[in-house]
């Protein structure tokens, strides 16, 4: 009996460092593998993507001096100041995904001006993709249209799944018309937490994209885009952003997924948005 006991307790032993050494080493590639993670930008440099020929080229410049790829979509001179969208896309992102230049098009189509662009490493853009690096792209392209004339008052701030994240810190730090937000992320930790429960993402993480935490500062108007049915960001956690947003604002739940929502919908797409941000009369 003490023999099997012994046996029983060693086999137990050898079960549980097993476990731990498996935890272990899945715990390391995903520390190890974050940046990959967080900024899938092999998707954005798929050969055989073209741009749409109504779009106009543009580069910018960082204040480091980075060289991003950027798209405009423009009704060119107008009588009346017309408002713009800069688009920041989410992490698997391209000006050259077709999924991305129809949300651009649809944007347009609304009666806005558009630019838009590849974070730093994505793309034709320079760089290696960071969470501050990113930051200083979008500060880049909102310097952009300002540096051209168009007025901070007429100049709206959206992003999708990632790029919320990151039009929500730019909206704290620059005077904007307000802010889009379409499959709007928590936070890195939260979203991963949800994805990988068994890994303490909340102390791992090094890359934070922490919109929970700074949605609160925000005064200007907030439209927030998610669907019932994304399966990455759950839509209770949108709710639970939008609850944290202190001045004006609306949510529309829709359908399209993560990747859809607010433009599978045109209609409530545009009653939104021309609720807060009516186009120029006779632009």
Excluded at 63 to 90: E, K, N, T
Aim: net charge positive; proline share 6%.
């Amino acid at each position: 009996m003490a023999r099997s006991m012994r046996r029983l307790t060693i086999l137990l032993a050898a079960v549980a460092l097993l476990c731990v050494l498996v935890w272990t080493g899945a715990v390391g590639y995903l520390w190890l593998n974050e940046p990959h993670l967080v900024f899938r930008s092999e998707f954005s440099r798929r050969s055989g993507r073209v741009l749409d020929p109504a779009f106009t080229s543009v580069q910018l410049k960082t204040a480091d001096g980075i060289r991003l790829d950027a798209v405009a979509l423009s009704a060119g001179d107008s009588p009346v100041p017309r408002d713009w969208v800069i688009y920041f896309q989410g992490n698997a992102g391209s000006l050259r995904r077709p999924r991305v230049q129809e949300h651009l098009r649809t944007l347009h189509g609304l009666g806005y001006d558009v630019l838009s662009f590849d974070y730093r490493g994505y793309g034709r853009s320079d760089g290696v993709p960071t969470e501050a690096g990113l930051y200083e792209d979008a500060f880049a392209a909102y310097t952009y249209l300002t540096k051209a004339g168009v007025s901070p008052a007429h100049i709206i701030l959206a992003g999708q799944s990632l790029g919320s994240a990151v039009a929500v810190e730019l909206a704290t730090r620059v005077t904007s018309a307000g802010v889009a937000l379409f499959s709007p992320i928590d936070s890195v930790p939260l979203t991963a937490g949800r994805i990988y429960p068994w890994v303490p993402v909340h102390y791992l993480a090094t890359n934070r994209f922490d919109s929970s935490a700074r949605v609160a500062r925000i005064r200007v108007p907030v439209v927030v885009f998610h669907s019932a049915n994304d399966r990455l960001i759950p839509l209770q956690a949108a709710r639970d952003l939008f609850a944290k947003i202190k001045g004006p604002k609306r949510m529309v739940e829709t359908g399209g997924g993560h990747n859809g929502a607010g433009f599978a919908d045109e209609d409530a797409l545009r009653e939104v948005m021309w609720t807060f941000w009516p186009p120029a009369i006779g632009s």
